[in-house]
């Protein structure tokens, strides 16, 4: 059976922090956060994807976050009984205009 060992632990922890523990040796900081970054570069499978990470991870330094809140507003909700009268005079309407466009008055039987 093989056993198998670990080098160290590596862990971003956000702002520029890290911590790490490599070969007994602990780490905490920028230090760390910079030694997480450069080994999951090293990592990543080809060099056109090491190129973009690391242009992204720069321009991320230099620049600051472009931060956008959206506020989301939900329309109210009816119920379906008021839908139906909304439906029911929305054509009481619709046949009072046709019939105020031919001239004539509807009748309580027409509507």
Not at 11 to 19: C, L, P, Q, V
Not at 30 to 50: G, Q
Request: no cysteine; aromatic share 10%; hydrophobic share 45%.
């Amino acid at each position: 059976m093989t056993t198998l060992r670990t080098i160290g632990l590596l862990a971003a922890i956000g702002r520029r922090t890290g911590t790490a523990n490599i070969l007994g040796f602990k780490f905490s900081g920028f230090f760390a956060w910079w030694l997480w970054r450069t080994i999951y570069l090293a990592k990543l499978p080809r060099l056109e994807k090491k190129v973009r990470v690391a242009l992204d991870w720069t321009l991320g330094i230099l620049f600051a976050k472009d931060l956008v809140q959206f506020r989301t507003h939900r329309a109210p909700t009816i119920s379906r009984r008021e839908t139906m009268t909304f439906m029911r005079d929305d054509r009481h309407v619709e046949r009072t205009q046709r019939s105020d466009e031919m001239g004539t008055i509807p009748t309580a039987m027409s509507l």
